[in-house]
């Protein structure tokens, strides 16, 4: 469902990526290991389209997205270090305008619904500013009910969250790739993720390769 | 960038040459019987106020290429462009004032000119501005570009808008003052042609050896960029 | 997905209701302004007529400056623009949204400034006051456009402030000279202002054309 094909990246003179390929079905998950600076963020920025793709083919459920970059927003979600989320406005207003920015049209109490499930309802309508770190995260990753990507990009996603949080993530993500979704996350952390079932890759100077499970990813 | 250093040394040569030919015409050409001496720094104002304005047409060109083609010499080139226009921006100005004091018997008057040039130096001022007070170099090409469209498509309302304020306005002696700086015939004709031609070459040459500079701090920064994180 | 511009409006112009930030900064930016400018001219009635329009334009434009520092101001909160630009609409209408959020508080300030103006400076042209008010509300069009722009392209730039009233009020000359001929016309008895208005909507239709594509440019990277 998603294809990658020579992708490359450079920040000025400097070679972030040299030709990535990469293929993941659905129901798949792959973790990008590596080292800081080894370019995993910039490869999760360029597969959201927040970076624009330059040099090799980026193919997102048969969707060209070096081409129509606006109709593969809409089949895929970004979790980052950053919660996009607006300290002025509460968590159901906060989804409320990730909704609209998506044309999702969902009621109040689909709103709420994914707010319970992430264990949040007792602060449902106060005003984001006031959240810990892991609350905001779970929010943020509370989107991910509403929106129903085909392909969840993820970069870091256990940083800030406590024990708890962790197994109730970890169980959000195994039901959505029993469902037919698509995860590529960025980790450092193969304890934590060891819970899904998850093919690891190893990118180191700008070249992707695949950690344990050898002749299941094209050479790269 | 290595036809630049080619093509350095004979634009010199061929500035200078100009520029000491019309110099020379300039020497020659009589006083004018209203003015004086003091037309002779028209002769410097004219051409310089023509490569302000041409050095800004040259840098849209750039900013446009730079972002359609994503050229970084194109934007090497707008960035040598925006100073050299601001150069003769300043000189025309300058020029201006210094004539304009025996002529109008002031340093400065809101004539439409004057006006739009002082409003193009801030533009260019902006845009050097802005390209340094962004921490990205990417980024602060990519903006200067944009800035450098939308003031390519501002300055004709801002001259238009300045023309018609002034006009609708102006006590008429100063309108009259105005066209006189325009009224160059006869025997002052030729000096005029050959140093807007020199400044042309002038410009052409600050652009290239800008350019050159600007190139060589871009790769210096680059190496230094490489010594300070060398996993990257 | 015209949705998506309003909603971004709404977010914004409702949050700043709720904490009165930019909109009340911006109120006694301009009261300190017109304060300024009585101490520096101390115009007696008939000047004063003849120096509203200047002093109308003058205090909307260093108001609308200091809206416009603030317009990506949430955005910076916890990366929201990037999340803004994760949308699947269009960058046109992101930046839509933004102007339209800007453009709805500098113009309830104008609604505010005009009548205080006229008080603190004992102009009495109260039946010209819907005109000027369009006139006013033409100019502002073009002027937060131009200026969410430049907003959008300063955001994390060093002094961003200096530097977006640098960019900004040499691009906005045609608007300030047409917007205080235009004002001057209203209000003498047999003023021009046709051609002034001419002007303002052509800088409002350049650039209002020009901008949302300029952005979409901007946040390419």
């Given amino acids: 469902m998603v294809r990658l094909e020579g992708l490359q990246h450079r920040f000025g003179q400097q070679k972030i990526l040299q030709g990535i390929n990469l293929e993941v079905h659905r129901g798949e998950c792959v973790v990008l290991y590596g080292a800081n600076g080894s370019g995993k963020s910039t490869l999760l920025a360029l597969l959201s389209t927040r970076l624009t793709i330059r040099v090799g083919h980026y193919f997102l459920d048969d969707i060209d997205v070096n081409r129509y970059g606006d109709m593969a927003r809409d089949r895929l979600l970004f979790v980052g270090h950053h919660t996009h989320l607006y300290g002025h406005l509460t968590p159901v207003e906060n989804l409320l305008f990730f909704a609209d920015l998506r044309g999702l049209d969902l009621s109040e109490s689909r709103l709420r619904q994914a707010i319970d499930a992430v264990g949040l309802s007792r602060s449902a309508d106060k005003p984001v500013q006031w959240f810990s770190a892991g609350m905001r995260k779970r929010l943020a990753l509370a989107r991910m009910l509403l929106a129903e990507p085909l392909l969840l990009l993820l970069d870091e996603p256990y940083s800030a969250l406590d024990a708890q949080g962790v197994g109730w993530l970890n169980a959000m993500l195994n039901r959505y790739l029993e469902s037919g979704g698509a995860v590529i996350m960025a980790s450092h952390d193969p304890e934590r993720v060891a819970a899904l079932p998850h093919r690891p890759h190893h990118l180191a100077r700008g070249q992707l390769s695949s950690m344990a499970l050898p002749g299941e990813s094209e050479p790269c | ?232 | 997905m015209l949705k998506a511009a309003y909603r971004i409006a709404w977010k914004d112009v409702a949050g700043d209701l709720r904490r009165r930030a930019t909109l009340s900064s911006m109120l006694f930016f301009a009261i300190s302004v017109l304060v300024v400018f009585q101490a520096a001219f101390e115009p007696d009635r008939k000047e004063a007529v003849r120096l509203l329009p200047g002093l109308l334009w003058a205090t909307t434009l260093f108001t609308t400056l200091v809206g416009l520092g603030r317009v990506f101001q949430a955005e910076e909160e916890d990366g929201a623009f990037e999340g803004l630009l994760l949308a699947s609409v269009p960058r046109g209408v992101i930046f839509f949204g933004k102007w339209l959020g800007n453009l709805l508080l500098t113009l309830l300030v104008e609604l505010l400034i005009l009548p205080l103006t006229m008080v603190l400076f004992n102009v009495d042209a109260w039946t010209q006051v819907p005109a000027i008010l369009g006139i006013l509300g033409l100019g502002t069009l073009g002027l937060t456009g131009l200026g969410t722009l430049l907003a959008a392209m300063t955001r994390g730039a060093r002094s961003r402030e200096t530097l977006l009233a640098l960019l900004l009020l040499p691009l906005t000359a045609p608007l300030l000279i047409s917007g205080v001929q235009a004002v001057a016309g209203v209000l003498q008895p047999d003023g021009v202002v046709a051609p002034w208005l001419k002007l303002l909507i052509i800088f409002d239709l350049v650039y209002l054309a020009m901008t949302p594509w300029a952005f979409g440019w901007l946040v390419e990277e």
Avoid: C
């Avoid at chain 2, 041409?54 to 040598?80: H, N, P």
């Avoid at chain 2, 020029?95 to 006006?115: E, F, N, V």
């Avoid at chain 2, 306005?169 to 015939?185: D, K, M, Y």
């Fill in chain 2, 1 to 232: 960038m290595n036809i630049l250093k080619k093509i350095q040394l004979p634009l010199g040569l061929l500035t200078l040459i100009s520029l000491a030919v019309g110099a020379w015409y300039v020497y020659q050409a009589p006083a004018d019987f209203q003015q004086g001496g003091a037309v002779r720094i028209l002769y410097v104002h004219v051409p310089s106020a023509k490569m302000a304005l041409l050095s800004y047409l040259f840098l849209t060109v750039a900013s446009v290429l730079y972002l359609w083609k994503r050229w970084e010499g194109a934007d090497i080139v707008a960035e040598a462009a925006t100073a050299v226009g601001a150069a003769f921006t300043a000189l025309t100005l300058a020029s201006g004032a210094i004539w304009g004091k025996p002529m109008w018997g002031t340093w400065w008057a809101w004539d439409a000119r004057l006006t739009s040039m002082l409003v193009l130096l801030i533009i260019y001022k902006g845009l050097m501005v802005l390209r340094h007070s962004l921490d990205d170099p990417v980024k602060g090409a990519r903006a200067t570009a944009i800035l450098a469209i939308i003031g390519g498509v501002d300055l004709p309302i801002i001259h238009y808008s300045v023309v018609w304020w002034r006009t609708l306005h102006q006590p008429p002696s100063l309108t009259a003052a105005e066209n006189s700086s325009v009224h160059i015939s006869g025997p002052l004709l030729p000096p005029l042609l050959i140093l807007s031609g020199a400044f042309i070459l002038l410009g052409l040459y600050m652009v290239t050896v800008k350019a050159r500079q600007i190139e060589a701090r871009r790769r210096l920064d680059a190496l230094e960029a490489a010594r300070m994180h060398p996993d990257e």
